[in-house]
């Protein structure tokens, strides 16, 4: 039986990691919270997004304003947006092997359908968007009743330890990727089923599990 592949958007398939730093200074003024560089993106890297927001000092009920303004600022700047090296072709790889991929995203689904629009991308059965940022594994539980999917089926693929989290609550398998937020080191330490630090490696995957399940 061939593995249904569920991606995380943001740092997985697009490279949005310098983009989502040039909207957090744009916002910067209206919100009341100090610009950031690279150094500060380096260290909030090892960081959970609780952790973040405490550091920013942030009040969290200014939380869903803020990731309202952010969204209509990326969609403003996705012209700019490419997607994560080697991420196309391993799509277009995988949709060879006729592996089923939809996509889950905390970011609005018209900013996603944009960006796939933008880069000629059809490879997902479906796009769907989260109803916040920190509720993944609700989300991923409704999609999966939705969409009549069951969890043993699914590999849930992300870069940031709370796609890990999210994804071990919904009894799923995890791929953690290394070319998104969260650094190799942190990643681990949250046990994901793989880790992998080039697309091509995903298609690895999928070819051993597809191998493996005809035997």
Known sequence: MKPFLLFDFDGTIADSLQLGLKIANNLAPQFGYRSFTEEDIEHFRSLTWHKIAGEMQIPFYKIPKIVTKAFKEYKRLISELEPCAGIVEMLYELALKEISMALLSSNTVENVHLFLTN?????????????????????????LKKHK???TEVIYIGDEIRDIEAAHNCGLKVIAVTWGFHT????????????????????EIVNRLTVKSER
């Open 149 to 151: 999917i069951s969890a």
């Open 184 to 203: 190799v080191e942190f990643l681990a330490s949250y046990k994901p089923d793989y880790l992998v630090n080039e697309p091509k490696e995903i298609v």
């Open 119 to 143: 880069h000629k991308i059809d490879s997902f059965l479906w796009i769907e968007g989260t109803s916040g940022i920190l509720n993944k594994a609700k989300d991923i539980k409704k999609r």
